[in-house]
C-alpha cells in the first residue's frame, strides 16, 4: 500500500492529522505540499489534509481520529 499524505506548511490541521497517522501506527507514507501547485491546490485546497492510498485510488479527507484511520486500512 502506497500512502500519501497531501498537506500545507504551516497547517494546524496536518499537524493534528500526523499525530492521529502516529497513534494509528501508520505503516510508511509520503507526504506531498500542495502550496505553490496549482493542480494540487484545484484538487485539494480545500480539503487538506488528505490521506491517500495510491493502490487502491482511495481517499481519506480530514476529519479523521486513529480509530477512523485504522478501519480505513483495514478495508484496503
Same mark, same amino acid.
Given at each position: 500500500?502506497?500512502?500519501?499524505?497531501?498537506?500545507?506548511? @504551516?497547517?494546524?490541521?496536518?499537524?493534528?492529522?500526523?499525530?492521529?497517522?502516529?497513534?494509528? /501506527?501508520? !505503516?510508511?507514507? +509520503? +507526504?506531498?505540499?500542495?502550496?505553490? *501547485?496549482?493542480?494540487?491546490?484545484?484538487?485539494?485546497?480545500?480539503?487538506? !489534509?488528505?490521506?491517500?492510498? *495510491? @493502490?487502491? /485510488?482511495?481517499?481519506? @479527507? $480530514? !476529519?479523521?481520529?486513529?480509530?477512523?484511520? +485504522?478501519? $480505513?486500512? =483495514?478495508? =484496503?
Amino acid at each position: 500500500m502506497r500512502l500519501v499524505l497531501f498537506q500545507r506548511d @504551516d497547517c494546524h490541521l496536518c499537524d493534528l492529522a500526523l499525530a492521529e497517522l502516529a497513534q494509528a /501506527r501508520v !505503516p510508511e507514507f +509520503s +507526504s506531498v505540499f500542495i502550496d505553490f *501547485d496549482n493542480a494540487l491546490e484545484a484538487l485539494y485546497g480545500q480539503r487538506v !489534509p488528505v490521506l491517500r492510498d *495510491d @493502490d487502491g /485510488r482511495r481517499e481519506l @479527507d $480530514w !476529519p479523521f481520529d486513529a480509530a477512523t484511520v +485504522s478501519a $480505513w486500512l =483495514a478495508q =484496503a
